[in-house]
């Protein structure tokens, strides 16, 4: 629990914030539990075209294949 202090002079501080600024984000306004919330708000998947889509598998072969082959040379200079 906090001390009444504390209480008060956290009391005061939220009095004197001054408004924001023409595009200034709101999000820094937010108390602890809101900002939480505002954050786990599902998003949904971009839609992608067909050559994107291709691309990003293509990448994620090529990802897989390199670790492969970084772990492969690791265990064969154990020896």
């Known amino acids: 629990m906090t001390p009444p ?3 008060h002079t956290a009391a005061q501080s939220a009095q004197h914030v001054p408004p924001p600024r023409e595009g200034e984000e709101l999000i ?10 505002d954050r786990s708000t599902a998003v949904p998947p971009a839609r992608l075209s067909g050559r994107a889509r291709a691309a990003l598998w293509l990448l ?6 390199v670790s492969f ?11």
């Open 28 to 37: 820094m306004f937010l108390e602890l539990k809101q900002l939480v919330s």
């Open 60 to 65: 994620r072969i090529f990802a897989l294949i």
């Open 69 to 79: 082959m970084v772990i492969y040379t690791f265990v064969s200079q154990l020896h």
């Open 5 to 7: 202090t504390e209480i």
